[in-house]
């Protein structure tokens, strides 16, 4: 039986409509267009359908509101949007958030171009403009936002605007080995004088999300190691290596403009289905490639089980990174570079030859740092919240004077004992600190120094320590653990070697930079 609020809505409906039709007939028309309004056509119709007492829309004839209250009306209901796990090779599920028809949800970026939604919803179809979605099996490219039809089987429709953000979450560093000022020692009998050092914190920011070797179907000699954390996929082999322990072929050594290249080529293997039928193949990022290695053991700085290249070929692989430093763009960022042998960030001239290893996945997304204007800096890709000054700086809004050089037990303390926001802050490691370096500057320091005001090149406590530029890392060199790692952000380069032992004083040749971070 109707219900009576049923019936009082289709004799509202019908008088609404009725006094429409007397409006629009005041002057009748000659012309004969069934979607004109005043024409005999559209006004014989519009009679049929409201004697009918139907309320779905002819000729497009009804607003957004009234489509959604009918909707819900006759039961249709979206009550998750989600990007779940498995379907997308993910290491956890995102879900988004519903204001009203609009849905905001984060993505990892290597999926960004290619996300499977997967949609909680009795609706009959779900259409994203011309594509009919299948739930947790159609993928779709989020790189801006996409309108969803929902369609109940009495075509009753709900239309949702979803906004997805591409964000970068940084990965550990592999690294669980703590230390004093000289050598390895138990992390337990160091945690209260050596505090949150990178070996105390197992899976912080996050777990590393890197896989076993594998192959795409159609594909059994293209071998990929995936990241489910991130989302994006390696060539498992340096360039010029193959087969599934890249045992085989001649390893490349390539200048930039050839490493480019290289990885571009890999999109038209295969009678152009591309490398493991993927099409999206660049070089990576400077970011991509320290977050692929690991800092474990001195020298190996990519886990043979994952990047099964032979251990002579992976002792030293100097890798090209897509970075340019500006504004000449004649050199770029790369990895382990400068000698070091352990993984360091540092610039190299375009035309000096490398070796490659290329990555699959959506573009890497520009940084989106905010001010929280409470002493701390937001990435919103990362999640992770910095020190908005240096130590040493008052936490004023323009970092207002000189930062101060410190010991590397010292700012591990300064860190641990600092409580803005009621966090809980650490030094931060190799990783972390190099997701601030900005090749979009066009000048030293290259770092958003829009957001990080009165960035510091020297330490003001230590005025002839000609090092002083350098910040602390919490990560100790792994070959001579008297060393710490250290990173220049006016160069930019690392160094494990740390330039002078981990001891100093208040004011010594040994005291460098510090910066606190916490999160995610």
Not at 193 to 207: C, E, F
Request: glycine share 8%; charged share 10%.
């Amino acid at each position: 039986m109707m219900s009576r609020y049923k019936f009082f809505q289709q004799i509202l409906f019908m008088l609404y409509s009725l006094f429409f039709l007397l409006f629009i007939n005041c002057s009748p028309a000659s012309y004969n267009n069934g979607c004109e309004l005043g024409s005999k056509t559209f006004v014989n119709n519009f009679i049929l359908t409201t004697i009918a007492l139907r309320m779905d829309s002819y000729c497009g004839i009804k607003n957004a509101a009234t489509a959604a209250a009918n909707a819900a009306a006759n039961g249709i209901t979206l009550t998750s949007f989600s990007f779940t796990d498995t379907p997308n090779g993910l290491s956890k599920t995102y879900t988004g958030t519903i204001i009203g028809t609009n849905i905001a949800i984060d993505i990892p970026y290597g999926k960004t171009t290619s996300a499977i939604p997967t949609i909680v919803t009795n609706a009959t179809t779900i259409q994203a403009g011309i594509t009919t979605v299948v739930n947790g099996v159609t993928a779709l490219d989020f790189t801006n936002p996409i309108t969803f039809t929902l369609t109940s089987s009495n075509g009753s429709k709900l239309v949702y605007t979803v906004t997805a953000y591409s964000i970068t979450p940084v990965e550990d560093t592999g690294n669980s080995a703590c230390s004093d000022n000289a050598a390895i020692q138990p992390c337990s009998t160091v945690i209260a004088t050596y505090p949150r050092q990178d070996g105390h914190l197992i899976d912080i920011p996050n777990a590393k999300g890197v896989q076993t070797p594998t192959t795409n179907p159609g594909y059994p000699s293209d071998f990929i190691t995936k990241n489910t954390l991130t989302g994006i996929i390696w060539k498992t082999c340096l360039e010029g290596k193959t087969g599934f322990d890249c045992s085989g072929g001649a390893l490349s050594s390539l200048d930039f403009t050839n490493a480019t290249n290289a990885c571009a080529n890999l999109n038209t293997a295969n009678s152009g289905a591309g490398y493991a039928g993927l099409k999206n193949w660049r070089l990576p990022t400077l970011q991509e490639l320290m977050q692929g290695q690991v800092f474990a053991t001195y020298q190996i700085n990519w886990d043979v089980t994952y990047f099964p290249t032979p251990i002579a070929v992976e002792k030293n692989p100097a890798l090209r990174s897509s970075n340019l430093i500006l504004p000449a763009a004649t050199s770029s960022m790369i990895a382990n570079g400068s000698g070091t042998n352990d993984g360091m960030p540092s610039v190299l001239a375009n035309g000096t030859a490398t070796n490659v290893r290329c990555v699959s996945g959506s573009p890497f997304p520009a940084a989106d740092l905010i001010d929280n204007n409470d002493g701390t800096i937001f990435d919103k890709r990362s999640k992770l919240f910095w020190q908005k000054c240096a130590i040493g700086q008052p936490n004023d809004a323009t970092c207002s004077s000189g930062a101060i050089g410190r010991g590397w037990q010292n700012v591990l303390l300064d860190c641990n004992n600092l409580t803005i926001l009621g966090k809980q802050w650490r030094m931060p490691n190799i990783i972390e600190f190099t997701s601030l370096i900005d090749t979009t500057q066009t000048a030293a320091p290259y770092i958003n120094t829009s957001k990080f005001i009165n960035f510091p090149t020297t330490a003001a406590a230590s005025p002839t320590a000609t090092n002083a530029k350098h910040f602390n890392l919490s990560n100790s060199n792994l070959n001579n653990f008297n060393y710490p790692a250290r990173i220049n952000f006016a160069t930019p380069n690392g160094s494990p070697n740390g330039l002078d032992t981990k001891t100093g004083t208040t004011v010594g040749a040994n005291d460098y930079l510090g910066r606190c971070v916490a999160g995610p």
